[in-house]
C-alpha cells in the first residue's frame, strides 16, 4: 500500500501539475487546442515546465546540497518556506511574461489563480503543513470544472476523474503520513477556489 501511495505522490508530484494542467486542456478542449498554434503550444508546455519543474527542482535540490532544508521532499514547515517563496517569484514572474503573448483568457486565469494558490501556501505553511499536491489536485479539477460551464462542453466524466484522482492522491498523502485530512482538504478547497474563480470571473 506504501508503495503504491509512493508512486501517486511521485506522479502526481506538485512541480509536474501545472504542465499536466496545460496538457489537460489542450487535450479537452478542442476550441482552445484549434486556435493556439502547434508551435506556441510546444513553447508553452515547455517554458512552464521549465520554469515550474525543473528550476525549481534544482533550486530544492541547491539547497538540500547546502544543507539548507533537511530533504528534497520538503517534509517540514520550515523547509518550505524558502522554496515556496521562490516559487511564488517564479510563478508571478511568469504570468506576467505570458501576458505579453497573446493566448486564450483561460490560459491567463489559470497562472493567476495558480500564483494566487502558492501565495495562500506560503502563508499558510508558517501555520499548517498544507498540502501542495492537493492544491493541484483541486487546481486541475477545478479548470476542468470551469472550462466545462465557459466552453459547454460534455466533461462530466473528466471532472469525475478528476475528482477520482484527487481522492487517490490525497489517500496516498494520508497513508504516508505527510498530511493529516485537514491539511488534505484544506489543500484542494485552496486550488479549487483560486483557479475556479479567476476562471469563471475572466480574472488575469
Not at 106 to 113: E, K, R, T, V
Not at 125 to 151: E, P
Amino acid at each position: 500500500m506504501r508503495i503504491a501511495a509512493h508512486i501517486l505522490s511521485y506522479i502526481f508530484h506538485p512541480i509536474f501539475l501545472p504542465t499536466f494542467g496545460l496538457l489537460v486542456i489542450f487535450g479537452l478542449n478542442s476550441y482552445i487546442a484549434a486556435t493556439t498554434p502547434a508551435q506556441k503550444q510546444f513553447f508553452l508546455i515547455g517554458w512552464i515546465f521549465i520554469n515550474t519543474a525543473v528550476i525549481p527542482f534544482l533550486f530544492t535540490a541547491f539547497l538540500r546540497w547546502k544543507n539548507l532544508v533537511s530533504s528534497i521532499q520538503l517534509e517540514t514547515r520550515e523547509d518550505r518556506i524558502v522554496p515556496f517563496t521562490f516559487a511564488l517569484f517564479f510563478y508571478l514572474t511568469n504570468y506576467w511574461l505570458l501576458r505579453d503573448i497573446p493566448m486564450p483568457q483561460i490560459i491567463y486565469s489559470i497562472f493567476l489563480g495558480s500564483s494566487v494558490a502558492v501565495g495562500i501556501a506560503l502563508i499558510v505553511n508558517f501555520y499548517t503543513k498544507i498540502s501542495i499536491h492537493m492544491i493541484g489536485m483541486g487546481g486541475i479539477t477545478a479548470a476542468i470544472y470551469a472550462m466545462a460551464q465557459i466552453y459547454s462542453l460534455p466533461l462530466t466524466f473528466a471532472v469525475i476523474i478528476g475528482v477520482i484522482a484527487s481522492g487517490l492522491v490525497g489517500s496516498a498523502r494520508y497513508i504516508l503520513e505527510s498530511h493529516d485530512l485537514k491539511q488534505i482538504s484544506m489543500g484542494w478547497f485552496t486550488g479549487f477556489i483560486t483557479v475556479y474563480l479567476p476562471i469563471v470571473m475572466g480574472w488575469g
